[in-house]
Every structure is written in structure tokens, then in C-alpha cells.
């Protein structure tokens, strides 16, 4: 099992930066992937951005350029550094984490986003 935690959600005006934190505990020596969801109110819950053990990196097209994804694998850790912020990023922020792409993993419990216009 895994356990994953998130941290630093808040309330930013638009062009402001915030950064997420996810922190993961348990049997970590299994994940090889980590990534950020976020689900707005009434819409799907959808990938933000990914990053494998390699370092490898995905990010959805409406977050490149103003999102950056990193881990540091000796804390366990997973951060979202995110600038530029738009009214249309707001929404619960989900951290992942998996074995490898495309199996179901393990979610926390979100951090909420809000940007102001």
C-alpha cells in the first residue's frame, strides 16, 4: 500500500504562482510513476502532468509552459511548481502514483486550487 498526501492548495489571483506538494509513504520502492490530476466542479478528472522514475515529463497542452513537474526521489516527494495561473486552472488538485502507466494506483485525497480573476 501507499499513502499520498498532498499539500499547498490556496487561493491566487490570476498570474500568480502556487506549488503542490505530494508526499508519498508506504511501500514507495514500487511507483515508477507519479503524476497530478485535477477535477473541476461538474467535469471529468483529468491528467495534468506525469513524471516516471527516468524523469521522463507529460504535461497536458493547456499547462506547458507554465507548469513544471519534479520529484525528489530521496523525500518521497512530488512537486508541482505552477506560474501564470489562470481562473480556468482552478479545481481539486489529486496526486497519483502507480507501478507503470495505465493501472490504477493510488490517489490522495486532493488539495483544492481557486484562482480569482
Known amino acids: 500500500q501507499v499513502q499520498l498526501v498532498e499539500s499547498g492548495g490556496g487561493l491566487v489571483q490570476a498570474g500568480g504562482s502556487l506549488r503542490l506538494s505530494c508526499v508519498a509513504s508506504g511501500s514507495t520502492s514500487s511507483i515508477n510513476v507519479m503524476g497530478w490530476y485535477r477535477q473541476a466542479p461538474g467535469k471529468q478528472r483529468d491528467l495534468v502532468a506525469r513524471i516516471a522514475s527516468g524523469r521522463s515529463t507529460d504535461y497536458a497542452d493547456s499547462v506547458k509552459g507554465r507548469f513544471t513537474i519534479s520529484r525528489d526521489n530521496a523525500k518521497n516527494t512530488m512537486y508541482l511548481q505552477m506560474n501564470s495561473l489562470k481562473p480556468e486552472d482552478t479545481a481539486v488538485y489529486y496526486c497519483?502514483?502507480?507501478?507503470?502507466?495505465?493501472?490504477?494506483?493510488?490517489w490522495g485525497q486532493g488539495t483544492q486550487v481557486t484562482v480569482s480573476s
Open positions: 497519483h502514483a502507480a507501478r507503470t502507466y495505465g493501472v490504477l494506483g493510488y
